[in-house]
């Protein structure tokens, strides 16, 4: 049986990178990380990918733009979708003059992808075009940042909510709890977080500023959600992470690895190549590869 919806989670080290396939077989990527050893545009390219219909940026740090040359080159994606109010000091702290990949090419495609989207099927906001799954997009604006907060380019991080029969993915690229605090007072995100199979990637890297305001878990948006279940993005030996103050939050979801199927509250690309979201003709599983 083919799988009619797939999300992969892949290892990036400290990095970004995820892959959505629809039911009517378009292709989104989720940043554009890679490691020394994988690059995710690169393997998409070999499986016959020729074309990505929608990126999705969540900011422009380099760990999660390092594979943005590949895939302007290989996957031409057709639409990108970032936070337009990423101020440039912040985006570019050393000017815009003699940039070095992966920034050269983020420049180019800030000039390159100008054109609002008027094509109905190109329209990733209409789930009719993309075989019935719901994206939506939340970020803000400086002018909604507190003082300390609007310095800080990870607040200005665009938060994903991927919505498929029940099951609810949410990738918010490094959002901080001074950003999320902003995001849920000014965007509709609380609207779209219904499902009964929900997953969250790990805000920063399920790095402690992603999760904790000082020595306090920052749960307002745990609380919200209430996930099944943490994906985090990481790379190995990094003690910066904080798997257990999610562990909490968690309800658990059964996770198969080879032949072996436990329930899982917080999973890691640290240990797993990919963390594969599929569904089969009703039915759900999260893999282990």
């Known amino acids: 049986m083919a799988i009619e919806f797939l999300c992969n989670i892949w290892k990036v080290e400290h990095g970004s990178a995820a892959f959505v396939k629809t039911p009517n077989n378009k292709h989104v990527i989720f940043d554009a990380g890679r490691s020394d050893d994988f690059s995710p545009a690169e393997y998409l390219h070999k499986k016959g990918v020729g074309e990505i219909d929608v990126l999705f940026v969540s900011h422009p740090h380099n760990d999660h733009v390092e594979d943005l040359p590949n ?5 031409k994606p057709l639409v990108r979708m970032k936070n337009s109010d990423c101020p440039d000091d912040l985006v570019y702290p050393g000017g815009k003059g003699n940039l070095k990949e992966p920034m050269k090419s983020w420049l180019k495609m800030e000039q390159t992808y100008t054109q609002p989207v008027t094509e109905k099927e190109k329209n990733w906001r ?3 075009s993309f075989g019935g799954v719901e994206f939506n997009a939340h970020c803000v604006a400086g002018d909604k ?3 300390a907060a609007k310095n800080n380019l990870n607040n200005y991080s665009v938060v994903v909510t991927v919505q498929y029969r029940g099951i609810l993915i949410v990738f918010p690229g490094d959002l901080e709890p001074d950003g999320w605090d902003a995001v849920l007072a000014h965007t509709d995100l609380s609207k779209h977080l219904e499902g ?4 969250l990637i790990a805000p920063h890297h399920g790095r402690r500023s992603g999760i904790r305001r000082g020595e306090h878990i920052y749960d307002r948006f745990l609380k919200l959600m209430k996930p099944d ?3 985090i993005s990481d790379v190995w030996g990094n003690e910066s992470t904080d798997p257990e103050a999610y562990r909490g939050y968690c309800a658990g979801l059964d996770v198969e690895c080879g032949t072996t199927v436990e329930e ?6 640290k240990t797993n190549n990919c963390v594969s979201i599929q569904v089969e003709n009703d039915n759900w599983k999260v893999k282990l590869f």
């Open 229 to 231: 279940l943490v994906i």
């Open 196 to 199: 009964n199979i929900k997953i």
């Open 145 to 147: 940042l507190s003082k």
């Open 264 to 269: 899982k509250k917080v999973l890691t690309t």
């Open 71 to 75: 895939v302007m080159s290989l996957l």
């Open 126 to 128: 209409i789930k009719e």
